[in-house]
């Protein structure tokens, strides 16, 4: 496949050092990637899942690697560390390999307009309060990746594309969508209150680009169930994209144009009908 060429590119929820992180699609995003700037929007490295239990794959190191290889390369590479990596948040300000580290960004698009980056954990009150309803959600996390793994080997062997099981999850279970909508909500108010005209984020592993009342929440999703990122062209618009054996565009938000609209519904629809190719982005190696 070519390469892809993009302005900037976001990334969230790779869960590192756990077996449901898809390594081997992300490495070939990475590799194919043409970029100026990367953010690495936090649970790069899952140190909880690690201080649990011991597990980590080749294809892991190779995703580091291939970042760094980025930074060395020219690549201005941000990582700003969310929950699950947390520990590295006490090294904000520092950068290690050409990587900077911070709590938060600003970016500002080829455009002008201006877009807060930050993991997303501060604005989810099951994190920051309610213990006993962080470790339910957890758990039912844990098993809804656990069969995605079996599910998506199935598909393999059956040489068909991967398709996320919390796909179908999320979209027909209604208090994962009132959360998501909740979630949502939270974010954009804050963007804002701050003045600025939207904001980047990852956290709950469901990738969205909305219009929310003139101020875009623009989620890049995960790389654990849906392998989603958002990249930005030359000309500032944001684009939503899937990546597997069939990259797919998910949602698109130019100046001119929002899709899917906040009336459309959430964006990860089966991505069976979003199989439209990312023609725009791609040229040739």
């Known amino acids: 496949m070519a390469h892809l060429h993009c302005r ?11 077996p449901d992180c898809k390594a081997g699609y ?3 995003f990475l590799r194919k990637l043409r ?55 006490g090294l904000a300000g520092q950068s290690f390999g050409g990587v900077r580290i911070a709590l938060d960004a600003i970016h500002e698009g080829a455009d002008g307009r201006r877009y807060r980056v930050s993991h997303g954990d501060e604005f989810d009150p099951e994190h920051v309060g309610r213990t006993w309803m962080l470790h339910l959600g957890e758990a039912m996390h844990r098993f809804i990746c656990w069969t995605n793994r079996r599910v998506h080997a199935m598909r393999r062997r059956l040489a068909m594309p991967y398709l996320p099981l919390s796909i179908i999850v999320k979209s027909h279970i209604g208090k994962a969508l009132a959360y ?34 003139g101020v ?20 500032g618009a944001m684009e939503l994209i899937h990546w597997s054996e069939q990259p797919a565009a998910l949602g698109r938000a130019s100046r001119e144009l929002v899709w899917p609209s906040a009336a459309a519904g959430l964006a990860l629809a089966p991505l069976a009908r979003r199989q439209r190719r990312l023609d725009e982005l791609k040229s040739a190696a």
């Not at 900037?8 to 756990?18: E, N, R, Y």
């Not at 990582?79 to 947390?86: F, K, Q, R, T």
């Not at 209150?193 to 680009?209: E, K, L, P, Q, S």
């Open 35 to 89: 970029c100026e700037k990367l953010y690495l929007v936090g649970d790069i490295v899952d140190m909880e899942a690690l201080a649990r239990r011991s597990w980590w794959h080749a294809d892991h190191s190779a995703v580091l690697a291939e970042v760094l290889d980025m930074a060395r390369r020219g690549v201005e590479v941000t990582y700003i560390p969310g929950n699950h990596d947390a520990p590295m948040r």
């Open 216 to 235: 875009l929440y623009l989620n890049d999703g995960d790389w654990v169930e849906h392998c989603t990122a958002l990249v930005e062209d030359n000309t």
């Open 180 to 213: 998501i909508r909740a979630y949502e909500q939270r974010v954009a108010d804050d963007a804002r209150a701050r003045g600025i005209d939207g904001h980047i984020c990852g956290h709950i592993h469901f990738g969205h680009v909305r219009d929310m009342d």
């Open 26 to 28: 992300l490495l070939d």
């Open 8 to 18: 900037s590119a976001f990334i969230s929820d790779v869960h590192l050092g756990t």
